[in-house]
Antibody
Framework: VQLVESGGGLVQPGGSLRLSCAAS????????MSWVRQAPGKGLEWVSV????????YYADSVKGRFTISRDNSKNTLYVQMNSLTVADTAVYYC?????????????????WGHGTLVSVSS | QSVLTQPPSVSGAPGQRVTISCTGS?????????VNWYQQLPGAAPKLLIF???GRPSGAPDRFSGSKFGTSASLTITGLQPEDEADYYC?????FGGGTKLTVL
C-alpha cells in the first residue's frame, strides 16, 4: 500500500486549498478512505471519511460545512476541498486507508497512512 | 481535551514492561467500539500497532499487546526496546486519545 498526499502549502485565512492523495498497491474502490490531521506539536484528529463507492461521507464537527471529501476511483485518488480556512486548520494532513468498503464507527480504524502534507494558514 | 484520556507521558528502562491506558466512556469504548493503537515515531506518520482491541497487524512486534475492559483499554509493551521511544495514540470510533509520549531511559 502506498499513499502519497499533495497540495499542501501556505494559504491566507479565508482561503481555499484542495489536497490530493494518490493510492496504489490495493484495490482503491474496496476501501473507505479518510483524512486525519495533526496540528504542530499536537495530537491526531480525524477529519473526514468517504466510503469505497463515494456514496457516504462523514465529517468532524470542526470542518463540517467547510470541507468536502471526494474520490475518483478511476484515478485511484482521494481529495479534500478545504474552504474558509482558519489558523486552527494549520496541520499536517494525512490520507489513511480504512479496512472496509463501508463505514462502521464501531469497527473504524486506519490501516495505512501516507506521509502527510503540511497546510499552513497564516496572513 | 480529548474524549479518550491517555497519560501524557510514561517511561521505562530497556527490558521493562510499560502500560499505557486509554479511558473512554459508555459512548465509545464501553459501547462495543473497537480500540486501536498507533505508534508515531519522531518525524514520521502514525502506524497501526494494535487493531480491534488486541489484534496485531503483520509486522508488529509481539512485545506489543492490547486489552480492553469496560470503558478502558491498555497497550502493554513487554521487554522495552530503545526503538520503542515514540508517541502512542489510542482511537475508538471517530476519536483519538491525546497521545502518550514514551521515553526509554
Amino acid at each position: 500500500v502506498q499513499l502519497v498526499e499533495s497540495g499542501g502549502g501556505l494559504v491566507q485565512p479565508g482561503g481555499s486549498l484542495r489536497l490530493s492523495c494518490a493510492a496504489s498497491g490495493f484495490t482503491f474502490s474496496f476501501s473507505a478512505m479518510s483524512w486525519v490531521r495533526q496540528a504542530p506539536g499536537k495530537g491526531l484528529e480525524w477529519v473526514s471519511v468517504i466510503s469505497g463507492d463515494g456514496g457516504t461521507t462523514y465529517y468532524a464537527d470542526s470542518v463540517k460545512g467547510r470541507f468536502t471529501i471526494s474520490r475518483d476511483n478511476s484515478k485511484n485518488t482521494l481529495y479534500v476541498q478545504m474552504n474558509s480556512l482558519t489558523v486552527a486548520d494549520t496541520a499536517v494532513y494525512y490520507c489513511a486507508q480504512n479496512p472496509d468498503q463501508g463505514i462502521s464507527a464501531r469497527r473504524f480504524r486506519f490501516d495505512s497512512w501516507g506521509h502527510g502534507t503540511l497546510v499552513s494558514v497564516s496572513s | 481535551q480529548s474524549v479518550l484520556t491517555q497519560p501524557p507521558s510514561v517511561s521505562g528502562a530497556p527490558g521493562q514492561r510499560v502500560t499505557i491506558s486509554c479511558t473512554g466512556s459508555s459512548s465509545n469504548i464501553g459501547a462495543d467500539y473497537d480500540v486501536n493503537w498507533y505508534q508515531q515515531l519522531p518525524g514520521a506518520a502514525p502506524k497501526l500497532l494494535i487493531f480491534a482491541n488486541n489484534g496485531r497487524p503483520s509486522g508488529a512486534p509481539d512485545r506489543f499487546s492490547g486489552s480492553k475492559f469496560g470503558t478502558s483499554a491498555s497497550l502493554t509493551i513487554t521487554g522495552l526496546q530503545p526503538e520503542d521511544e515514540a508517541d502512542y495514540y489510542c482511537q475508538s470510533g471517530w476519536v483519538f486519545g491525546g497521545g502518550t509520549k514514551l521515553t526509554v531511559l
